[in-house]
């Protein structure tokens, strides 16, 4: 099994759709998947809770139902289980499970009143994406009602910014890992330096898609295909609404250049096109950390 999945969990909407993201990573990945609630820690309470026992004795009881409620809706053939941990954050409790478990990705869902299809960042998300040293995977609204069982294919999102290597490198495990196709979406019109003309982004665009596809072809295992397309629109949103999507697909992208070494931090491209995709986002972080780095 390559790595485990963390899902941080809650008896929700987006819990469930959370999870159900979660469950198609790991039969995928052929990886075990964690379902994670966190609690607040002592110290992050109000002074109105009960004593610390009887608190952390009823709060953590109902957790556990919870979690195993959730356990027995998801797919018998899974390797899985549930966790409760308490932390001062939702999202650093997920961080030490991931570093716990040496998980390959965290999952969580979109925020309350999120369109169907459609992401929406809640507090826990947006924590994640500036902290979080593993790639988060954020699923849309409406994820648990999808009937796919694995994943159909991995988009990538290239550009020529910093952390493009890493990214690649992780959109090429995750296609191999799965044993599915990889496409290259090429975003260097949105790259470039301001001031050329369609001309010179076009060179440079075809430039750096066919070396990025030469290098993804060689990473890849036999029988494994990759494709490059050229996001075509006037903006990123444009382009993004004008791909074409399998249900079920995953797209990868990297953080931001601005982010720290081996963190999170989603970019405005990547914001941009959050807001039309209909699909669940990896985001990873511009550099990888080394074993036992995390």
Do not use: C
Request: hydrophobic share 45%.
């Amino acid at each position: 099994m390559t790595g485990a999945i963390i899902v941080g969990y809650t008896a929700t909407d987006a819990g469930a759709d959370a999870a159900a993201l979660g469950a198609r990573l790991a039969r995928s990945l052929r990886a075990v998947l964690h379902l994670v609630i966190v609690l607040p820690s002592e110290g992050t309470r109000s002074a109105g809770v009960a004593p610390e026992r009887a608190y952390e004795d009823h709060i953590r009881a109902q957790a556990r139902q919870w979690l195993d409620d959730a356990i027995v809706r998801l797919p018998q053939d899974l390797t899985r289980t549930g966790h409760v941990r308490f932390a001062e954050s939702f999202a650093a409790g997920l961080i030490a499970a991931g570093e716990e478990f040496d998980a390959r990705l965290i999952v969580v869902g979109a925020a309350g009143g999120s369109l169907f299809g459609r992401h929406r960042l809640g507090s826990v998300a947006s924590e994640l994406l500036h902290s979080s040293t593993i790639p988060v995977a954020l699923a849309p609204a409406g994820a648990a009602g999808a009937d796919d069982h694995v994943i159909p294919r991995v988009t990538a999102a290239v550009g020529k910014r910093p952390g493009a290597d890493a990214l690649l490198d992780e959109a090429v495990a995750l296609a191999a890992d799965s044993g599915t196709d990889l496409r290259l979406v090429s975003l260097v019109p949105f790259d470039v330096p301001p001031g050329l003309d369609t001309a010179q982004i076009r060179t440079v665009g075809d430039a750096h898609a066919h070396d990025v596809h030469a290098i993804a072809t060689e990473l890849l295992p036999d029988g494994t295909t990759t494709e490059i397309q050229h996001a075509a629109g006037d903006s990123v949103e444009d382009a993004v609404a004008n791909l074409a999507w399998i249900p079920g697909e995953v797209i990868v992208v990297g953080s931001s250049r601005l982010a720290q070494p081996r963190r999170l931090f989603l970019g405005s491209t990547a914001a941009k096109m959050l807001h039309e995709l209909p699909v669940p986002m990896i985001v990873v972080p511009r550099t990888r950390a080394e074993a036992g780095d995390r």
